[in-house]
């Protein structure tokens, strides 16, 4: 997808603020994403998917095995970019990648997820295991489907 290079460092500057408070906002591609403020509802259904879905590579604990599958706790990689965390939700990921200073070179299948999945399942990855508290709506996954 087009991202100016121009931007990137405003963008990963704005990423990088993991402050956690509720006001606080980070703009990737014109999508601005609170913090913190996933409803428990959200939150809940984001758990179920991820213990079903998510938690077959990433752990139940979201620690990855450290071999082929990364980290989804406490990853640098996560809190950096939560609109590129959309992308990986839409359309898996191959090749390699850089997560907390050890390179994964494997695959990830595109989840097959409403919005509204996607959306639970993120926020409730964000609100845990000390990352960055993204909060993702449905309207925010319909958005990154759109640009693409
Ligand atoms: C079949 C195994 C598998 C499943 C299921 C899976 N992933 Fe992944 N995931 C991977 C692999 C492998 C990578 C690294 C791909 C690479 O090396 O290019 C990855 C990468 C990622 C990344 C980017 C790197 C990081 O660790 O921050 C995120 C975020 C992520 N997955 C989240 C999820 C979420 C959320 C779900 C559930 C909706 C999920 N994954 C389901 C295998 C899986």
Redesign the pocket.
């Known amino acids: 997808m087009f991202r100016p290079l121009f931007l990137l460092p405003l963008l990963l500057f704005s990423c990088q603020d993991n402050s956690g408070a509720a006001t606080a906002t980070a703009e990737h591609s014109g999508i601005s994403l609170s913090k913190n403020t996933a409803s428990d509802e959200e939150l809940q259904l984001g758990k179920e998917?991820?213990n079903a879905?998510?938690?077959?590579?990433?752990l139940s604990e979201g620690t990855?095995d450290g071999k082929?599958?990364?980290?989804?706790a406490a990853?640098?990689?996560?809190?950096e970019d939560p609109v590129?965390?959309i992308e990986?939700?839409l359309y898996?990921?191959?090749?390699?990648?850089k997560?907390?200073g050890k390179t994964?070179?494997?695959?990830?299948?595109p989840?097959k997820?409403t919005d509204e999945?996607?959306a639970a399942?993120?926020s409730?990855?964000y609100a845990n295991w000390q990352n960055a508290g993204f909060h993702v709506t449905p309207a925010d996954v319909a958005t990154v489907k759109e640009k693409l």
């Open positions: 998917i991820y879905v998510c938690a077959a590579c990433h990855g082929n599958f990364p980290p989804v990853s640098d990689y996560l809190n590129r965390s990986i939700m898996g990921m191959d090749g390699k990648i997560v907390n994964y070179d494997s695959f990830m299948p989840q997820l999945e996607t399942v993120l409730y990855v």
